[in-house]
């Protein structure tokens, strides 16, 4: 076995019968082409022959995550928490969630629109954990019957409001015991 060293420009190397040369500096990092451990890129960065935009995230580092947008609609699909606050500037957009039967689950939203027309019994399900605050509006169209509310709803006087027939109302709740007690507040007898 030899010992020493080669001084070369350039490798060749047999790619099936065709020759094929390599500058030794690219294989080293050196030079105009980054190396494969922590690249440093300058000018513009193209992405590779054969690889696609679906790449990216998977063969292809993906842009960060933690990254500010400020340009784009952001949609998150899971809790997230913004222990900074948040402020909106523009219109804050809630889907009115339709009761289909007579429990409200908080979990599904804070604005609430059902219809009644005979005697009817309503029951939260789902309040934010105590200590957090937790609020939601219930827009209910009353055709007939009368409103029954959990023990745990708390009206001023202690009396809930008389509701007229075929008038719309709107009630908001408001907890901050894990639905221990939810104070309630209506404004009544809108015209349909």
Do not use: C
């Not at 696609?52 to 960060?64: C, K, R």
């Not at 219109?91 to 009761?99: D, F, I, L, S, W």
């Not at 009353?142 to 075929?166: E, I, N, Q, R, Y």
């Amino acid at each position: 076995m030899a010992y020493g060293k080669l001084k070369v420009d350039t490798i060749t190397y047999d790619n099936s019968g065709t020759d094929v040369d390599v500058s030794v500096s690219a294989l080293a990092g050196a030079g105009s082409v980054a190396p494969l451990n922590s690249p440093t890129f300058t000018g513009t960065v193209t992405i590779p022959a054969g690889a696609s935009i679906a790449d990216i995230g998977t063969t292809i580092q993906a842009y960060d995550a933690d990254t500010a947008k400020r340009d784009t609609t952001n949609t998150y699909t899971a809790l997230q928490t913004m222990n900074a606050g948040l402020t909106v500037d523009g219109p804050y957009k809630q889907t009115a969630e339709a009761v289909a039967a007579l429990d409200i689950d908080l979990s599904t939203g804070n604005y609430f629109t059902k219809t009644i027309n005979a005697n009817s019994t309503f029951t939260f399900s789902n309040p934010p954990a105590s200590g957090t605050a937790g609020s939601f509006t219930l827009e209910l169209t009353h055709t007939s019957g009368t409103v029954t509310w959990p023990a745990s709803v708390k009206f001023p006087l202690d009396t809930p409001p008389t509701l007229t027939a075929g008038k719309t109302h709107l009630f908001v709740f408001v907890t901050d015991d894990g639905g221990t007690r939810y104070r309630g507040a209506a404004l009544a007898d809108y015209v349909n």
